[in-house]
């Protein structure tokens, strides 16, 4: 092996394998080597989707797309006009890896497995000639006159062109705050919620479909599908609170009130609607009639939280039970007491400032001829596919930017 390399590329997850493999793919002449620091690379994309990798979301309009990412919105527009979805999609097609979208918008490859994703990029970079050396963790990284030398724990390595897409790595963050870059202090992006109530205690795997979500004392808000888990809540309406409250719930040391619009109607509204069904279902238990679409676990433990019995019918509550009811069904308030990872995967809002990045070459603003993909930078995304598919762009305009020198 060469000690010296045109390309080098820190970080042999997602976005280090696709930069590698477009710039191998198109300029056959120059040496490119991947630096990864375990015995394996890939791991990301192996737990993604639960082990079958969500590799995008079918969203194919730049300005619909950026509003997914609570960091990096504004940078992302001008990249996705270059590279977006359909560009990843024909991407991976070209090289025998069909994707499928789910109901949900997110997709995946047909074969539904993330192996599938890994030993195509396995496949293209071998195929390419791509260097891939493992147990090379990064010590320093040094500027030269002509490119950078790098110190690994398997000796020092020479480069032109060097290529950051270590994802969120302390550790390389640090050797970049040395280099004069600016790093902002990584918190978590993608959690779901820790809740200790008696009304969600024994009822985990329920699923309200619509919900509205807020966090009290904050302007944060967010609709969408909530799940009730063995410790609190999660699903798309929490997730996405998470990812763009990252900073303020951060502050708060992951301690607050949230309020639950099960429902989404008005509570006088919803309350005018109990009072006809009080006379309507008259004769009926009101613990076994669920209404508004809601489970019927939830239902039961928001009609027993209102103080109604498990016995009472309809034509039995009184007024001060129905406005309760009403209470808890659009203006329910739980206390979160923690967080927890979504699922394996971890996801930080964090990282290298935006404004020292060049988002037309995704080049430093500050080292030439440094460049970076994927979450090593202040971007993030909620969950979906978006965090992959700015990988991918990010990943692309590198391998661009770096062969139109």
Known sequence: MSKRKDIIIIGGGAAGFFAAINIAEQHPELSVAILERGKEGLQKVKISGGGRCNVTH???????LVKNYPRGKKELLGPFHTFMTGDTVAWFEERGVRLKIEDDGRMFPVSNTSQTIIDCFLHEAKNHNVSVLYNHIVKSINPEEKGFSIETS???LECDKLVVATGSNPK??????NLGHTIVPPVSSLFTFDIKDKRIKNI???VAKDVEVKVLGTDLVSEGPLLITHVGMSAPAILKLSAFGAIELAKRDYNFDI??????HEAQACADILRDLKHRLAKKQVVGTAQFDLPKRLWKQLVIASNITETQRWADINKEQLNQLSKQLTVAVFKVTGKSTFKEEFVTAGGVDLKEINFRTFESKIIPNLYFAGEVINVDAVTGGFNFQNAWTGAYIVSRSILEL
Not at 58 to 64: D, K, V
Not at 172 to 177: A, D, E, N, P
């Open 259 to 264: 309020e639950i619009n099960f429902i989404k």
């Open 58 to 64: 079918a969203e194919f309009m730049p300005t619909e």
């Open 154 to 156: 398997k000796g020092n």
């Open 172 to 177: 390389i963050w640090s050797l970049l705050k």
């Open 204 to 206: 985990p795997g329920v």
